[in-house]
């Protein structure tokens, strides 16, 4: 059964860090992309925030979160991991990792239709 298993958010004060973990199963990362996204209070719309292209280490990032955050993996552990730096009280929010079996591009990483398997969500809050 294919799934992706996000972890490591919390409450943390402005200008803090956190990490979040995507955990894959039933699958591996080769030649695969895998995005994160994040969803915030009253959006009904998922924002892409960044995606990793295991086939050719390729990565994308958001225009709100380049520079802060850096995206990253481990095949060994088939993980995936988003280091948040310098985080602010408008990147609270539900944070997803998803993955559609296939390579992203620059024009498709963002758009949460391109992705057909998703976590269940880790809550990210920033205050202070």
């Known amino acids: 059964q294919i799934q992706v298993v996000e972890s490591g958010g919390g409450l943390v004060q402005p200008g803090g860090s956190l990490r979040l973990a995507c955990v894959a199963s039933?699958?591996?990362?080769?030649?695969?992309?895998i995005g994160w996204f994040r969803q915030g209070p009253g959006k009904e719309v998922r924002e892409g925030v960044s995606?990793?292209?295991?086939?050719?280490?390729?990565?994308y990032h958001a225009n709100s979160v380049r520079g802060r955050f850096t995206i990253s993996s481990d095949k060994a552990k088939n993980t995936v991991y988003l280091r948040m730096n310098s985080l602010r009280p408008e990147d609270t929010a539900v944070y997803y990792c998803?993955?559609?079996?296939?390579?992203?591009?620059?024009?498709?990483?963002?758009?949460?239709?391109?992705?057909?398997?998703w976590g269940q969500g880790t809550q990210v809050t920033v205050s202070s």
């Open positions: 995606c990793i292209n295991d086939r050719d280490g390729s990565t």
């Open positions: 998803a993955t559609d079996l296939r390579p992203q591009d620059g024009s498709s990483w963002r758009w949460p239709l391109n992705y057909g398997y």
């Open positions: 039933g699958f591996t990362l080769d030649g695969h992309a």
